[in-house]
């Protein structure tokens, strides 16, 4: 028995600094439904606005008559249209409330939804320094285990010990190698949460 473990520590590099970024899904999408509720409210006032259309015609005529005879020429027609609707006292108020309460809820969302992942942002940085601290303890505690089963594999070596205490030694080492795995997947956990709040691809 050599007294060596397979349990090796995991490095997870430490993210960039800063909060959620611009194009994070969840802010895109607030910010689609903001575009589509605003899209909808500039339909609703320009249905009630008057509307002006124009329509041109060029050709060539041809008249005949007894005094004048045969003659020809370029003619041209031109017509404008403006449409005003008849809307009655009030007619589309409603509508036209409606779907500005619709943009302003939109415009809630968006703020809402980016306080909400600039707050878990912060949780989420707060429990990945908590676990990196957690990771650098399990570090030190597997370097402590190691020099005591080296001084106890000497000292059982000289035979001043038993395999009793070695095999002791060698469990605390072994126990300190599970915890400090144990805290390197906690550590993964808290980096996958971290960027995932700040929209990391």
Do not use: K
């Not at 600094?17 to 910010?31: I, K, S």
């Not at 429990?127 to 080296?150: P, Y």
């Not at 080492?173 to 805290?183: F, S, T």
């Amino acid at each position: 028995v050599d007294g060596r473990c397979a349990l090796e520590p995991v490095v997870w590099a430490a993210p960039a600094a800063g909060g959620p970024v611009e194009d994070h899904p969840a802010l895109v999408a607030a910010a689609e439904a903001l575009d589509a509720a605003e899209a909808s409210r500039q339909a609703t006032l320009l249905a009630r606005a008057p509307s002006l259309s124009g329509e041109a015609t060029v050709g060539e005529y041809l008249a005949q008559s007894p005094e004048v005879g045969t003659s020809s020429g370029p003619g041209w027609n031109a017509l404008l249209r403006l449409d005003v609707p008849l809307v009655a006292s009030g007619g589309g108020v409603g509508r036209l409330r409606q779907a500005t309460g619709a943009r302003d809820a939109a415009a809630a969302a968006l703020e809402g939804q980016a306080r909400s992942l600039a707050q878990a942002a912060i949780a989420a940085e707060a429990r990945f320094i908590s676990a990196q601290a957690a990771a650098a303890a399990r570090d030190e505690a597997v370097r402590a285990a190691d020099e005591a089963l080296a001084l106890v594999d000497g000292r059982y070596a000289q035979g001043l010990d038993d395999l009793e205490a070695w095999l002791a030694a060698r469990r605390d080492r072994d126990d300190a190698l599970v915890a400090r795995a144990a805290a390197g997947a906690e550590l993964g956990r808290a980096l996958a949460e971290l960027e995932a709040v700040r929209g990391v691809r």
